[in-house]
């Protein structure tokens, strides 16, 4: 469809034509517009509440500080509240690469129906909110009623039930199964689609099915390893819902400390801050993985 038949009769601007048919950046204008209108200036102003004193909701006029931000390093609760996202996000993030790998060359070694189901199966759970799927291990891991400790209680396996909820181990079981097919996703793109020609070469040259795979076929999904690795790791260290329904209310993280200073505890100095440090080590930690992604990628190209 023309630009003409879009405004019959009328000329569009210069503008208009350039993000119609033009090359570049201009087509993603009103893509970059929306994200800045709607997501970095909000962001941009919660941020600003660290350097500023409010008062009764107000902004105490000339009262920018870096006090807020000095008190929150220097708090040690912080420092252990970030490890604990960090570490709960690694593990988990660890965690979906192990189970996803299986399921994406599963994926594309199936054809028809079977393929299809696999692909169902991977997105049938984003079709749930992730808060249903939280409560749903909440019965599934919950006390001497949950399912898992009922079972083992009637099998005599154990005597006494488990104590799984309200523990480390409850919010890494929950950020695995919810974050699994972000995951699976990335790889179900690139091993589906990956040159098999080069594993049948493998073949050729006398190499076994275990060799072939660990150095053609794992190799040729690095892309797709670091980028879910990435995305996964980004979701889980700033996950809010996860922790505090499985973690419990004495279970806290440093997105749910941000929670509860800033709608609870009616503090936002001290939530902008902490949402500041929240957001720029998870940039840190996600330009790190993308940058050991590139390396490896180069490098396994170059032994290529």
């Known amino acids: 469809m023309t630009a003409a038949a879009i405004s019959p009769g009328r000329r569009p601007g210069r503008l208009v034509r350039r993000m119609l048919h033009g090359g570049g950046f201009w087509p993603a204008l009103p893509a970059v517009l929306f994200l800045i209108v709607f997501l970095v200036l909000p962001m941009l102003t919660l941020l600003a509440f660290g350097f500023v004193t409010i008062d009764r909701g107000r902004i105490v006029g000339d009262s920018f500080t870096l006090q807020p931000l000095w008190a929150a390093l220097n708090d040690t609760l912080v420092w252990r509240l970030t490890w604990r996202s960090f570490y709960v996000a690694v593990i988990s993030t660890v965690m979906t690469l192990l189970l996803a790998y299986p399921v994406a060359y599963l994926y594309s070694q199936t054809k028809g129906i079977w393929r299809t189901l696999i692909l169902v199966a991977v997105i049938s759970p984003l079709l749930t909110s992730a808060l249903v799927r939280a409560y749903a291990w909440l019965v599934i891991l919950g006390g001497r009623r949950g399912i898992v400790n009922h079972t083992l209680i009637q099998l005599g396996v154990i005597d006494e039930p488990l104590r799984i909820l309200n523990t480390d181990y409850a919010v890494i079981i929950g950020m695995t199964q919810i974050h699994l097919p972000f995951m699976i996703l990335p790889l179900l793109a690139v091993l589906a689609e990956r ?25 040729m999904s690095v892309p797709a390893i670091f980028a879910g690795l990435a995305l996964v790791f980004a979701i889980s260290y700033t996950n809010f819902i996860v922790p505090q329904l499985l973690g419990g209310g004495n279970y806290a993280t440093l997105a749910v400390q941000v929670y509860e200073q800033t709608v609870v505890v009616l503090d936002w100095t001290r939530g902008a801050v902490l949402a ?29």
Do not use: Y
Not at 210 to 217: L, W, Y
Not at 281 to 300: H, Q
């Open 195 to 219: 040159d098999r020609r080069l594993e049948e070469a493998s073949f050729n040259l006398g190499a076994s099915r275990a060799e072939t795979f660990f150095k053609v076929v794992v190799p």
């Open 276 to 304: 500041a440090i929240l957001l720029s080590s998870s940039f840190a930690f996600v330009f790190l993985i993308v940058w050991v992604g590139s390396r490896i990628n180069r490098w396994s190209e170059a032994r290529a």
